[in-house]
């Protein structure tokens, strides 16, 4: 039997590059997704691309309040696995008065999840054989910092430590952890690379940066039969870039 025959997979952030790489690879391994975006732009670009309208749902959501989470999960069959790639990435404002920058990048990567991981425990359907599965978009720059995105770099630290707490809290029932992706080829990425490709290739031992589905693959593997056994990680994809 089709390990996903019956599952569905929540992805938020699901219009991203990212995003529609790790649908892509669930709809291949044989589960339903429902991808929720703040674009409805996006979503539609990404549900055309996926091109399976039986087995793809979209879901115009910000994320933003426990209404909002309390929709992502319900507005449709539960999910057996959410994964969580919402974010938002941009420069530190100069003006070191303004927090607005930093109060909307703790919303957008760290909040929300703390509120959906939270959600999912408490409405899970599963089991210690069969439990749930919460995968976090983690980043490279919790390991090193990034040089002009210290709200970006702390938030993805904040994740880091939801998912080692969330690991103790949620177990049995959920198994909670996490990608940390290097530099990816998105549109995220697409200014960072123009403005320091050479500085970063030179830090990657393998010398290219990764395809959105080389992230996808490995979320798709944290959620399914094969790690059983493997909760509280944070698994680096960044072509060996950290340990180098």
């Known amino acids: 039997m089709n390990f996903y025959a019956d599952k569905t997979v929540l992805i938020t952030g699901g219009g991203g590059g990212i995003g529609v790489e790790t649908a892509r690879v669930f709809l291949a391994a044989g589960a339903k997704v429902r991808l929720a975006d703040l674009s409805a732009d996006a979503l539609a670009r990404a549900a055309e691309a996926l091109d399976a309208p039986d087995r793809v749902a979209i879901q115009v959501n910000d994320l933003a309040d426990q209404d909002a989470c309390i929709r992502a999960l319900e507005e449709g069959p539960t999910p057996y696995a959410v994964v969580h790639l919402a974010g938002l990435s ?55 910092g990034g040089l002009d995105r210290i709200a970006y770099s702390a938030a993805k ?59 996808a693959t490995v979320i798709e593997f944290l959620c399914g039969p094969a790690s059983s056994y493997v909760n509280g990680q944070i698994i680096n994809v960044d072509g060996g870039t950290i340990h180098s």
């Open 90 to 144: 941009l420069p530190d404002l100069d003006d070191t008065a303004d927090l607005s920058l930093f109060d909307a990048t703790m919303a957008a990567n760290v909040r929300n999840g703390y509120q959906l991981g939270r959600l999912l425990h408490a409405r899970c359907p599963g089991t210690p054989e069969l439990p749930a599965r919460l995968v976090f978009a983690c980043s490279l720059a919790f390991r090193r």
């Open 157 to 215: 630290g904040a994740i880091a430590g939801m998912v080692r707490a969330m690991t103790r809290r949620f177990a049995p029932v959920v198994h909670v952890n996490a990608v940390a992706p290097g530099i990816i080829l998105t549109p995220m990425t697409r200014q960072l690379i123009a403005e320091r490709s050479d500085k970063l290739m030179a830090e990657i031992p393998i010398r290219r940066f990764a395809e959105p589905r080389e992230v």
